[in-house]
T-cell receptor, first 109, second 112 residues
Framework: EDQVTQSPEALRLQEGESSSLNCSYT??????LFWYRQDPGKGPEFLFT???AGEEKEKERLKATLTKKESFLHITAPKPEDSATYLC??????????FGDGTTLTVKP | NAGVTQTPKFRVLKTGQSMTLLCAQD?????MYWYRQDPGMGLRLIHY???????AKGEVPDGYNVSRLKKQNFLLGLESAAPSQTSVYFC???????????FGQGTRLTVV
């Protein structure tokens, strides 16, 4: 059974305090990983796609990296508007996706 | 451009009642998905479709049926609703498996 596990479940940071979120996976026929951001009461919004170990993607204060067993979402100098739930999801060539339970990030001013 | 639209946004059902959730996308996407999200959890895949006329089971398909008669629409049916199906349901679509999925605004379903 495919599994995607995210840690920690919740993370509280002070504005400007950098940190990382983890996503570990065991997926048969893995093609790649997505990172999404979800705000309360809304559907997820796409952030990144990662395909192979060693790959990195950046967007503003966020950088996603991928190894053979896990992915990290690094947040540099976060701002309160970065507060959200961050979800990672695996996908296969067959079109099937598996989401982790997410990490809820709170950034205090 | 509306993107992905879910109907209805909210619904309360009694145990044993049936209903259909409609997902419509105007981006000509091949792939469509139905997920449920329970409090504090990520999205769990119910059913998905890789093209018009196709459907496939996801992680939690029991108690649900789907149809994709038209490319732009993906319907999720509950034949006999149970309290365990109380959840927020999200529909998503994408044109390829490795490109971003666009999500609807969600349907909050309560079964009493």
């Amino acid at each position: 059974e495919d599994q995607v596990t995210q840690s920690p479940e919740a993370l509280r940071l002070q504005e400007g305090e950098s940190s990382s979120l983890n996503c570990s996976y065991t997926v048969s026929g893995l093609r790649g990983l997505f990172w999404y951001r979800q705000d309360p009461g809304k559907g997820p919004e796409f952030l990144f796609t990662l395909y192979s170990a060693g790959e990195e993607k950046e967007k503003e204060r966020l950088k996603a990296t991928l190894t053979k067993k896990e992915s990290f979402l690094h947040i540099t100098a976060p701002k309160p508007e970065d507060s959200a739930t961050y979800l990672c999801a695996s996908f296969t060539n067959a079109g099937k996706s598996t989401f982790g339970d997410g990490t809820t990030l709170t950034v205090k001013p | 451009n509306a993107g992905v639209t879910q109907t209805p946004k909210f619904r309360v059902l009694k145990t044993g009642q049936s209903m259909t959730l409609l997902c419509a996308q105007d981006m000509n996407h091949e792939y469509m998905y139905w997920y449920r999200q329970d409090p504090g959890m990520g999205l769990r895949l119910i059913h998905y479709s890789v093209g018009e006329g196709t459907t496939a089971k996801g992680e939690v398909p029991d108690g649900y049926n789907v149809s994709r008669l038209k490319k732009q629409n993906f319907l999720l049916g509950l034949e006999s609703a149970a309290p365990s199906q109380t959840s927020v349901y999200f529909c998503a679509s994408t044109d390829r498996v490795d490109t971003e999925a666009f999500f609807g605004q969600g349907t909050r379903l309560t079964v009493v």
